[in-house]
């Protein structure tokens, strides 16, 4: 597998937002090549795009027109094929978005698809034979087609969903096709192409959407992890070196499934919004959090995954609220001290690394919804747009955070003391030390139901690290026998080890070496 993964830290890159080289107000392909020392220099050393394919943009590019054309508005294929290479020859890898569930109701395929006559289309989605037979258990899009059927769709209304058949398809119902059938089969050929094109060109690896809806009615997921094995399969003989990161939430399945890596998020039952989002977080100052729940289920993933731990974390991500709009000041701090010190690639969404904020009663742009405020423009400095785009301020893809103290990168540098160096140190010290690192393993020392602080040990060979997180506002402390020896890192106060007991400063985190 991909080495590289073991201690890459990716920084996701929301293309629209991130910095705009041409004036049109939509950030470009060439912004980002501009900016990859920025993003070097902060320590990540890996990029996660979010879709940059044709598209009508009715859900920001989650929507293709095309899989095999970069988005005009963000340059051409050239441009993306230097941007691989400007990335590599900093040591740098880049990870495209791979929306394989769906496409937009604009593609060919689903034009053709539409038709009433047979074509090599036709099964290419996942349709009814009647206009009046809704496919059971998924939304659908009908009334548009000559075809007579109604087609499922697998997110909005406009995202169709593609056919990659039924795990256990109804002999009743003909148009639920097996995945071995000729139409699901075809479907997969195709998404291979896509991958075999881009990883051709020089990108590293994907992320996949949605990855675990691909295969209908199969609850367990058993359909879809096999998919994904074959998908493995195809990659391991030509492209070995590929990464692949889901978007599933349930690392049990898609780790079974050949993914290096998935993600844990805002939906599901992983208990992660109880750090970061949730009325009382546990990284609020106010310590009124609770951690055990997330814990708990984590290491039931831990285990069920094999202690593989290629669990992530991520800072936050277009579909969620920005970190800092229920965190602030030193409870951020202390949340990247926890992100960077887990297993497991840590993703940090563009911006959260100066704080940006959420930038709240912003009309929808793109099909954003609620998440149009975690997609505002990057702020590089004090200047126009915050440095972001030479457009006139209404031609912004999204306004700008109005804040007249909107956080910047240039002051963020200037300043020693800011959020931008904190997370810099802190990639510093994962960076040097094997066992903070993706693989290196995590056993919880202390993670008490409503109580502070957190703590828990990784190592690594002989490397033993003991992390200690003590986000409230109040001095707690637990029983424990283990001896930190060495300082790695300290925010606040350092801790204080007395009588089997560690004692955690107020807002404090620190990691020890045993
Ligand atoms: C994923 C994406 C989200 C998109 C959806 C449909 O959840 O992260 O932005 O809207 O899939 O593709
Ligand atoms: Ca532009």
New binding site residues.
Partial sequence: MAKWLDNAIFYEIYPQSFKDTNGDGIGDLNGIVEKLDYIKELGCNALWL?PCFASPFG??G??VSDYYSVAPRYGTNEDLKRLFEEAHGRGMHVLLDL?P??TSVEHPWFRESMKAEKNPYTDRYVWTDSIWEEPQGMGCLRGISDRDGACAV???SH?PALNYGFYRPDPEKKWQQPTDAEGPQATLAELKNIMRFWLGMGCDGFRV??AGSLVKHDEEGKGTIRLWQNVREFLDREFPEAAMVS?WGEPDKSLQGGFHMDFLLHFGPSHYNDLFRCEEPYFSGRGKGDVSEFVRKYMENYERSERKGLICIPSG???MDRLARGLHGDELKIAFAFLLSMPGAPFLYYGDEIGMNYVEDLVSVE?GYG?TGSRSPMQWDGSTNAGFSAAPAERLYIPLDPRADRPNVRAQLADESSLYHEIRRLIGIRQSHAALQSKGEIEFVYAEKNAYPFAYLRSAGDEKILVVLNPSEREASFACALEPKERLYVFGKEIAAADGRIIAAPCSAGYYKL
Wanted: aromatic share 16%; no cysteine.
């Fill in positions: 979010n859900d920001a989650y929507d929306v569930g769906h697998n997110f909005f995202q959407d949605m978007e991500n277009h579909d099909g998440r």
